[in-house]
């Protein structure tokens, strides 16, 4: 997932018991077909059950569960966080919430639909206890959350939460690492890039990312030679940092010109340089 994206686990839809025993006998089997599916990851199977099962009336937070798990795996998003919605609104205990909002959130994510995401990570916040391994998680979600609305001081709080449970995700250090450069801190996020690496978190992003760093420690040397990685793994961001004003005091500099120069080899494709990526 990127941030965004979920890992399947074996069984992904828990059994509730008699809560749907009401239900048409096709939309049970529709339920354990799209179950066996899912474990299966034939999402196309499981989504296939999802919507011959909705042609009855019913209310199965199962179905929805497992049609909308199916369709964030197909990377429909939008149709997902509209299914997971109505499981959500199914779900009476916090165990059955926590399933859903473990795909919902993502979804809602996915589509940019940030505020109502944050609204459920807030929720499912308020529930989470000491000792729960999917604690890390959880905060990390929220913490991506918040730094996408671009509330960074409370985004580094719940990643240093997530970090007390899980000290070695390296995507935990590298969105540290990038709250620490909106606040202004670029000591810190030398450090927690530095972990993300250690951490085998490697992507380009990052090393860009940390060539920012080094910009505004003003360390010359480190810059260049991490600026010279990021280029020979992907030569747009030579592009990307001629024109990004995180080095203008580098423009003049005759090996930073030397380093960012266009090559008449090399095709490449102007990108936004304000919206950095958080892989």
């Known amino acids: 997932m990127s941030e965004n994206q979920h890992t399947n686990k074996k069984n992904p839809v828990q059994d509730t018991g008699s809560k749907d025993e009401s239900l048409d006998v096709l939309v049970k089997q529709m339920i354990e077909d799209s179950k066996v599916f899912l474990e299966q990851k034939n999402y196309s199977g499981a989504s296939s ?6 042609q009855f009336p019913s209310k199965s937070r199962e179905l929805s569960l497992c049609g909308g798990i199916a369709y964030f795996h197909l990377k429909d998003f939008k149709k997902s ?33 940030y505020q109502s995401a944050l609204e459920l990570s807030l929720e ?18 929220h913490a991506l959350i918040l730094y996408k609305v671009e509330n960074f001081t409370e ?15 390296g995507k ?34 990052l090393i ?10 003003d360390r010359k040397t480190s810059l260049l030679n991490t600026l010279t990685t990021c ?38 494709r102007r990108k936004d340089t304000n919206s950095k990526r958080t892989n």
């Not at 059950?49 to 909705?54: A, L, M, T, W």
């Not at 499912?124 to 979600?141: F, L, M, P, Q, T």
């Not at 860009?208 to 420690?217: D, E, G, K, Q, V």
């Open 81 to 113: 966080s509209q299914i997971l919605k109505k499981a959500n609104e199914l779900s009476d205990t916090v165990q059955e919430k926590e399933e859903v909002l473990e795909y919902l959130i993502p979804s809602l994510m996915s589509v940019k639909d």
């Open 231 to 268: 280029i020979r793994k992907d030569a747009r961001y030579r592009l990307i940092a001629k024109e990004d004003s995180e080095f203008l005091r580098f423009k003049d500099d005759l090996e930073f010109i030397k380093l960012t120069a266009h090559s008449a080899t090399t095709m490449v």
């Open 124 to 141: 499912r916040i308020k529930n989470v206890k000491r000792g729960n391994s999917k604690n890390a998680s959880i905060y990390y979600s």
């Open 155 to 169: 985004s580094s709080k719940y990643t240093s939460l997530a970090l007390q449970e899980n000290t070695s995700s």
């Open 49 to 54: 059950c999802y919507e011959i099962g909705i």
């Open 172 to 205: 935990i250090w590298n969105l540290l690492g990038l709250n620490f450069l909106k606040l202004n801190n670029p000591k810190n996020a030398l450090v927690a890039f530095g972990q993300a690496l250690k951490n085998k978190h490697s992507s380009t992003d």
């Open 208 to 217: 860009y990312n940390l060539a920012i760093t080094y910009a505004r420690l």
